[in-house]
């Protein structure tokens, strides 16, 4: 566990990452989850809250765009904040890319973030695309819960396919 300090240092790292990030897209707004259904502006403080997520939106459009996951990293090596010493994983591995190069983390990742809590809609999207998990995608994601949520229901289920 960081101290308080070192949690604001990472915070603040991670925020001046993200600054530079968010200055790509001058003509939205970013926002920080601050509790269930509360959004806060991007300031330094909320970066280096507990909240890991940043919402993009667009108020032309009046539609939220995209959502940017704040991970910590070593160079280019994925850290996990759920296990850093043991889930790492290089980016090139971890971030795809749509056929037009929109990047989007690989599906066994964020599903490792929707097993902390399982509600209905996590569920759902884990239903949907177990059959459209690879061999190793399958492996990886079980490896993964067995480290952090070992006794997760989702585990027998990707070993039966």
Not at 26 to 38: C, I
Not at 94 to 109: F, K, N, Q, S
Not at 138 to 148: K, N, Q
């Amino acid at each position: 566990m960081c101290s308080t300090s070192e949690q604001l240092l990472r915070g603040r790292r991670a925020g001046r990452a993200f600054c530079a990030a968010a200055a790509l897209f001058p003509e939205l707004d970013f926002w920080v989850p601050a509790g269930e259904g509360v959004l806060v502006p991007t300031t330094p403080e909320a970066l280096a809250g507990d909240s890991h997520q940043t919402w993009a939106w667009d108020p032309a459009a009046g539609r939220w765009r995209f959502d940017v996951f704040r991970e910590p990293h070593d160079g280019d090596v994925w850290i996990c904040r759920r296990d850093e010493q043991r889930i790492r994983r290089p980016y090139r591995e971890i971030v795809r890319r749509t056929d037009d190069g929109i990047p989007y983390l690989a599906i066994e990742a964020v599903l490792l973030f929707k097993a902390k809590h399982t509600r209905d809609k996590d569920e759902a999207d884990f239903t949907g695309v177990l059959p459209l998990l690879s061999r190793a995608e399958r492996g990886w994601l079980d490896a993964t819960l067995g480290l952090v949520h070992p006794d997760h229901p989702w585990r027998a289920r990707l070993r039966s396919c």
